[in-house]
């Protein structure tokens, strides 16, 4: 990471876990996350329905409850800032995340949405603030304890982990609610949110170095070119994958009159291939460099968005969807990869959080962008047009690593 000291990067990388157990660490806070996130995307809606609510109150909830996630800069500051109660900028930030999130997974089962609505949406806001808290501390976390060369692996268990989630959560909690109940479905997710506990526990958090010192003079890194031009390359990944990942179902079903038990298990093949390509890129990283793992990473997603427009049958919508998922973690993984490389130590947690920040952004541009193309022009053509913005990726790139091979 720059400005750090070799000897300062592995006596950090001393206050986690040995390495074995720190990937699991983290792809298991990471796990937690894909959990709820498999939820909110699958079940939320269905949920609300059932209680006699409308979409437009589940649009409602779902645009509260994301707020945390656009102040989590904020969070990223205090812990970067404050030691809290001595016992590390990281370590209780996280349990604390992980506390609330459990403990409101525990009482919303007691809250109908379809009878005390805005008591139910409040409970999710507090969910997601203490989601949204172990999250840009676990981003922290890996920032500071996590050497140079082995940034692209971690990065790789976190999107596998959150991908993992997805994937076995949507298939267990679907049929959970169906046999047994919704009780059932959200005790299981505060179950869950309680795995990496254990090993966050055993975290030991050594005293700050000088040099690594909360500084308000560290956010000055975000006037430099390479810091800027990362951004923007963050923003034309995300704006791709987030666009076209939102219409592959659609596509799906108006093309070939998929059901919804095969649009679940379309986006089980695609989960497949994000843990895939997350693990794939991340020792790719790792072993090629950034610059070369980036190109092969812009490459992955030009055929992998490409190859959605090519799908003419549902057979061939299962390979297909799988390389796209393929794609989408490999472009993850990649980009989380190369801010951790740009994120200045005297401020991880905040730098970090905000160049997500922009890539959330992306996203949100990338599905309003590709709806209203999908609209005008259909599937196959967005498809086509979301793959050629992958050109404007091309001229950021000596931006970001200058004119010769870095590191």
């Given at each position: 990471m720059p400005g750090v000291p070799a000897s300062t990067q592995a006596a950090?990388?001393?206050?986690?876990?040995g390495r074995a157990l720190r990937y699991t660490m983290f792809g298991l806070l990471y796990f937690t996350q894909g959990t709820i996130l498999s939820y909110f995307t699958a079940l939320n809606g269905l949920y609300f329905l059932s209680r006699g609510l409308s979409m437009t109150d589940v649009g409602i909830f779902a645009s509260?409850?994301?707020?945390?996630?656009?102040?989590?800069?904020?969070l990223g500051m205090l812990s970067d800032r404050v030691n809290l109660l001595g016992m590390g900028h990281r370590k209780p930030y996280i349990l604390l995340g992980l506390g609330v999130q459990t403990l409101c997974l525990v009482a919303v089962p007691f809250i109908d949405p379809g009878t005390a609505y805005w008591g139910f949406v409040a409970l999710a806001f507090v969910l997601q603030m203490g989601m949204a808290l172990y999250d840009t501390c676990t981003d922290g976390l890996a920032l500071d304890t996590t050497p140079a060369e082995e940034k692209g692996t971690i990065q790789g268990f976190m999107v596998g982990g959150r991908a993992l989630g997805v994937v076995v959560t949507a298939?267990?909690?679907?049929l959970i609610a169906e046999n047994v109940s919704w009780l059932a479905v959200f005790w299981l997710l505060g179950a869950l949110t309680l795995l990496p506990v254990p090993l966050v526990l055993r975290v030991r958090e050594a005293e700050r170095p000088v040099e690594r010192a909360f500084d308000w003079q560290a956010f000055s890194a975000f006037k430099r070119g390479p810091?800027?031009?990362?951004?923007?390359?963050g923003f034309v990944f995300f704006l791709i994958i987030a666009g076209a990942n939102q219409l592959v179902n659609p596509f799906l079903e108006t093309e070939f009159a998929i059901g919804l038990s095969t649009a679940g298990f379309i986006t089980t093949v695609w989960g497949i291939g994000v843990v895939a390509g997350s693990f794939v890129s991340g020792s790719l990283v790792d072993r090629v460099g950034d610059r070369n793992a980036t190109w092969i990473a812009l490459g992955v997603a030009l055929v992998g968005t490409l190859a959605l427009a090519v799908i003419v049958s549902p057979t061939l919508?299962?390979?297909?969807?799988?390389?796209?998922?393929?794609?989408?973690g490999t472009y993850q993984t990649v980009y989380f990869a190369l801010a951790m490389g740009h994120t200045d130590p005297r401020i991880a947690a905040s730098m970090f959080s905000i160049l997500m920040a922009v890539t959330n952004v992306a996203q949100g541009v990338g599905m309003g962008v590709s709806g209203a193309l999908a609209d005008g022009i259909g599937f196959r053509a967005t498809f086509l047009a979301l793959a050629a913005l992958n050109v404007l990726a091309i001229p950021l790139m000596p931006r970001v690593f200058g004119r010769r091979e870095v590191g």
């Open positions: 950090t990388a001393q206050q986690a876990p509260i409850a994301l707020i945390p996630f656009v102040i989590k800069i904020l298939s267990a909690v679907g810091v800027i031009a990362l951004a923007a390359l919508a299962w390979p297909l969807v799988a390389l796209f998922g393929l794609a989408y």
